[in-house]
């Protein structure tokens, strides 16, 4: 067994139980942690959220049974142009309430770093409103957040894809930097939907480059629905990570690993696509080992350091190693496999999360 000492929300020590407990043995703690045949495992991390909306899609269910694309839902005026309706209507404390309770569910199954975009908005006023209402959590809770801001998740009505970009980038773009300048929001990285009848390449380029001009990491979907060659721009423009590439090229692989920008695989986008349901990371690490045949160490290593680096974090979170953040997860059992191998249930294999060397989940 090992045990690690944490001050300041950072790992001091690692090491066998024994030397840690001489080490600190004139030391007094506020509390311990008895792991003796359980497992510690590193905080996970999830690298692609869209977690403040409002409004329900179950009314989409139906037809996604019946077989409607997402496309054929995003042209019926459903999927993303419903939510952001929803979430332009939707006051900031509301937003924020349903935000935290969805933060706190990632948390209860072993998230301690995650993604988070805006993108329902879809106008300047109500982008801004999802990201006070990032920042909120940012401040308030225990749980570490990387802000995305995603005015370009679809286009609005009204409006081609062209003259959303020009919006963007002559308004909302300078807005963020002055409000970044004055501390009101920060903001980490720039998202744009990349796809076949949402932002084609040209806008997107303009878009990404715009919000890495003012500081902003890429970090955006690409190459989902349709080829488009998202991940030769994204090798080309030195983005961080790229999202889905469920129909990448060989040239784009290529591409993306000479620059190394990550691939962030979302093992159930087509899940989610047929059933709009919330999953923890376990679940994703499980069904990243069944549908794309993952070895479970792969999983782990994706849902934790290679994650962390997908958001350019790494250097602080994604693995136990002294002078990164104290983040972890205590499973109930001997092999960490089974965080990975149990399909549901993990708040009853899940101990204890803690975050920056405080508990914030105990069973």
């Known amino acids: 067994m090992k045990k690690a000492d944490i001050e300041d929300g950072l790992i001091k020590a690692i090491g066998p139980a024994d030397i840690i407990q001489r080490q600190f043995s004139e030391e007094t703690f506020e509390e311990k942690i008895d792991c003796s045949g359980k497992c510690i ?80 908005g879809l106008n300047l006023q109500t982008e801004l409103k999802m990201l006070r209402v990032i920042a909120r959590a940012q401040r308030e809770l225990e749980v570490s957040i990387s802000a995305t801001y995603c005015g370009a998740h679809s286009v609005p009505r009204g409006k081609t894809a062209t003259e959303a970009a020009e919006d963007i980038v002559k308004h909302h773009l300078p807005t963020l930097k002055a409000l970044g300048s004055s501390g009101e929001v920060h903001v980490d990285n720039i998202d744009v939907f990349c796809e076949k009848g949402v932002f ?13 001009d003012i500081g902003l990491q890429i970090n ?12 030769e721009l994204g090798a080309e423009l030195s983005a961080q990570a790229i999202s889905h590439l469920e129909e990448v090229s060989d040239e784009g692989i290529a591409a993306l690993a000479t620059a190394k920008c990550a691939a962030v695989l979302l ?13 923890g990371q376990p679940m994703v690490m499980h069904l990243a080992c069944v549908n794309m045949k993952m070895s479970m160490p ?27 953040q104290g983040d972890f997860v205590i499973i109930n059992s001997s092999r960490w496999e089974h965080l990975i191998y149990q399909f549901g249930g993990h708040h009853e294999l899940i101990d204890c999360v ?8 105990k069973k």
């Not at 952001?84 to 770093?113: I, K, N, P």
């Not at 999983?299 to 002294?322: C, D, Q, R, W």
């Not at 803690?354 to 989940?361: Q, S, T």
């Open 41 to 120: 495992l590193p905080g996970l991390v999830d690298a692609h959220t869209h977690p403040v909306w409002a409004g329900e899609r179950v009314h989409e269910f139906a037809m996604k049974l019946a077989g409607a694309s997402y496309m054929d839902i995003h042209q019926a005026g459903g999927g993303i142009n419903f939510t952001v309706e929803c979430t332009r209507q939707a006051s900031e404390d509301e937003l924020f309430d349903s935000f935290q309770q969805r933060l706190q569910c990632m948390m209860r199954a072993g998230t301690t770093l995650v993604e988070c975009k805006s993108g329902y």
């Open 200 to 212: 084609d390449l040209d806008s997107t380029r303009r878009i990404l480059q715009g919000g890495k």
């Open 220 to 231: 955006f979907h690409g190459d989902e629905l349709h080829p488009m060659k998202a991940a």
């Open 267 to 279: 093992p159930t986008t087509a899940y989610m696509l047929r059933y709009g349901g919330e999953m």
């Open 298 to 324: 792969e999983a782990l290593a994706a849902a934790t350091i290679n994650a962390a680096y997908a958001l350019g974090k790494s250097h602080m979170h994604g693995s136990l190693e002294v002078g990164k």
């Open 354 to 361: 803690i975050a920056k060397g405080k508990v914030i989940y």
